[in-house]
C-alpha cells in the first residue's frame, strides 16, 4: 500500500487480478465505492465508456466475484446502537472456525476475523447498550470450547467505514 498525495490508502490489484483490472475497471470501482445508486448513464460518462460497455464492464466484475454486492451505509447510532465492542476471543484449537461460524451468525455481529497471537478471533459488533453487550458475552462465555474474551469498548470512530481504492 501507498499513500497517494490525497492523503488516502491506495493499494495495487494482487498479481492474479492485476492483468484483469485495468485503469478503467479501477475507476469503475471507485465510482461506485463513492455512490452505488449512481446511474449507468452517469457513470459511463464519468469513466469514459458507453452504457453497453460499462454495464458489460459491472457484469464481468460481478460474476468474478470484485463486486459483491451494493448496500447501504447504515448509521449505526441513528438506529440506536451506539455501542462499538471489539472482542477478542480465544478458543480451543480444533473448534475456531466452529465458533466463529456460530458467533458471524449473530445479528449484530459486523464482522469476525483469524487473528494471530494470544487470541484466535476478533470480533467486531454494535449492541444498543452496555447490558445488550453484557448479554452477548455472557452468551459467549456459556460457549462450551470457548476458553476467554477480552473486550474493549470504542470511545469515538475516527473512521469506520472504508473503502478498498
Known amino acids: 500500500m501507498t499513500i ?7 493499494s495495487q490489484p494482487t498479481k492474479t487480478l492485476k492483468n484483469k483490472l485495468d485503469s478503467v475497471d479501477l ?11 449512481v446511474s449507468l448513464r452517469k457513470l459511463a460518462d464519468r469513466v469514459g465508456l458507453t452504457p453497453n460497455i460499462l454495464h458489460n464492464r459491472i457484469e464481468r466484475l460481478e460474476k468474478e466475484g470484485i463486486i459483491l454486492g451494493y448496500t447501504p451505509v447504515i448509521d449505526s447510532a ?22 466463529e461460524n456460530q458467533i458471524a451468525k449473530e445479528t449484530n455481529v459486523l464482522s469476525v476475523y483469524d487473528i494471530t497471537g494470544e487470541y484466535d478471533a476478533v470480533v ?6 452496555n447490558s445488550s453487550l453484557n448479554s452477548f458475552l455472557k452468551r459467549l462465555l456459556a460457549e462450551r470450547y470457548i476458553k476467554r474474551t477480552t473486550t474493549l469498548i470504542a470511545s469515538n470512530a475516527v473512521k469506520e467505514y472504508s473503502k478498498i481504492i
Open 4 to 10: 497517494n498525495g490525497d492523503e488516502h490508502l491506495t
Open 78 to 99: 441513528k438506529m440506536g446502537y451506539t455501542v462499538t465492542a471489539i472482542i477478542m476471543v480465544q478458543v480451543e484449537g480444533e473448534h475456531i472456525v466452529e465458533i
Open 27 to 37: 475507476s469503475i470501482i471507485r465510482a461506485l465505492e463513492e455512490d452505488s445508486r
Open 124 to 129: 467486531i459488533a454494535k449492541f444498543r447498550d
